[in-house]
C-alpha cells in the first residue's frame, strides 16, 4: 500500500553547497535521501519541490528543514548563497501543515546523543563525562558550531551559535603572516575565512603569496586532494594549518562550555580526509592552551562517522516541535 500523506514527513539539511533531502517514515527511518545542489535551485521551495518531482508521494503535510543560516524571524537570506525565502510562503507553497526550520550546526547537536559505535571516531582525550556539556564544530562551506546541554527534564538541548563568525586569531608567527595577509584582502578575517572550504583556499593563497610562488586557482578540493598526494608544498601546508586552526578553535569552544562530554567534529571536509586527521596538527591545536593543557587533555574529542546525522537531527526536531 502506498503511505499516506500522515504516514512521511520531509526531511533537509540545506548548506551553501549541497541540499539533502529524504522521506522519514513512521519508524524515524530515512528513505529516498537525495542530494541536489543548491545552486541548481532558486530557493527551498523549487529544491524541495524537484526532490520529491520524481517520487510520486502523496502530498506531505510535515516537514523539517536543518539550513545553515541562523533562524530569526520569518524571513531568512543565507550566508553562503543567494538564497532568500520566507518561511510561512514556503510553507504555504508546500501545501504544509507545518514546517520546523532549524539552524543546521542545532540539527546535528540533536543527533548526537544517539550516536554511538562506529558512527563516532574518538580522537584523543579521556572519557565523556554523563550529563556534561557537549559542543560541536564542522567546517563545510562555512564553519558551524553549537553546543548542547543537558535541561531539567533530563532532556537534551541544543543551542546554536555563529561562532565561526567570531574573529581568528594566530597561535604562531607563521600563522599571524598569514593572517596579515588576509587582513589586507578582507575587512574582517573570521574564523570561517580560514576553516571552511573558502577558507582553505584562503590559506593557500596566502601562504603561495608568502612563499612568493605563483598562486594557482585551486578549489578546496583541489587544495585537499595535492596535500593527501603530498603534492604542491602549499597545498600540503595549507592543509595542515586548517587542521591546527580547527583544532584551536575547538579547544576554545570547549573552555568556553566547559564541554566535559566531549567535542564532536562534523561538516562536509573533515570525515572526506580519513586517517589524515587523526594524524593531523588537530589534536595538539586543541590542547596546546598553556595552563589549561591538563584540562583540555582529558576531553574527548570526536569524528561524526554517522550517515546524515543532520537529517537524523531534523527528525528530533520535528517529534519535539
Not at 65 to 87: C, H, Q, V
Not at 99 to 109: K, R, T, Y
Not at 160 to 180: F, K, N, Q, S, V
Request: glycine residues 12%; proline residues 6%.
Amino acid at each position: 500500500m502506498q503511505p499516506g500523506p500522515d504516514t512521511l514527513r520531509l526531511v533537509g539539511d540545506v548548506g551553501g553547497t549541497n541540499a539533502r533531502f529524504a522521506l522519514l517514515d513512521d519508524f524515524g527511518h530515512l528513505q529516498a535521501a537525495r542530494t541536489l545542489p543548491t545552486a541548481d535551485h532558486a530557493d527551498l521551495a523549487a529544491a524541495v519541490q524537484a526532490y520529491l518531482a520524481p517520487l510520486g508521494t502523496p502530498p506531505l503535510r510535515e516537514a523539517a528543514i536543518a539550513i545553515a543560516n541562523p533562524i530569526e524571524g520569518d524571513e531568512l537570506r543565507m550566508t553562503n548563497s543567494p538564497w532568500r525565502f520566507s518561511i510561512e510562503a514556503t510553507r504555504q507553497q508546500l501545501g504544509l501543515r507545518r514546517l520546523c526550520m532549524l539552524n543546521d550546526f542545532e540539527a546535528l547537536a540533536l543527533a548526537v546523543p544517539a550516536l554511538s559505535g562506529a558512527q563516532l571516531e574518538q580522537l584523543g582525550g579521556g572519557s565523556a563525562v554523563e550529563g556534561a556539556p557537549k559542543v560541536l564544530i564542522g567546517p563545510g562551506t562555512g564553519l558551524g558550531m553549537a553546543s548542547l546541554v543537558r535541561g531539567h527534564d533530563g532532556r537534551w538541548v541544543a543551542v546554536p551559535g555563529e561562532g565561526g563568525h567570531a574573529t581568528a586569531a594566530p597561535t604562531c608567527e607563521r600563522e599571524a603572516d598569514i593572517l596579515r595577509v588576509l587582513w589586507r584582502q578582507l575587512d574582517h578575517v573570521s574564523i570561517e575565512r580560514v576553516v571552511s572550504g573558502m577558507g582553505l583556499e584562503n590559506l593557500y593563497r596566502a601562504i603561495a603569496t608568502l612563499d612568493g610562488v605563483p598562486v594557482q586557482p585551486l578549489g578546496a578540493a583541489e587544495v585537499s586532494r595535492q596535500a593527501l598526494a603530498h603534492g604542491d608544498a602549499q597545498c600540503v601546508e595549507a592543509l595542515q594549518r586548517f587542521c591546527a586552526l580547527l583544532g584551536s578553535a575547538a579547544g576554545n569552544l570547549a573552555l568556553t562550555l566547559g564541554a566535559h562530554g566531549g567535542v564532536y567534529v562534523g561538516g562536509g571536509i573533515v570525515p572526506r580526509l580519513g586517517p589524515y586527521f587523526a594524524a593531523s596538527p588537530f589534536r595538539g591545536a586543541f590542547e596546546a592552551k598553556g595552563r589549561y593543557r591538563d584540562y583540555l587533555s582529558r576531553i574527548p574529542t570526536f569524528v561524526i562517522r554517522a550517515e546524515e546525522p543532520a537529517l537524523l537531527g531534523a527528525a528530533q526536531a520535528l517529534e519535539r516541535s
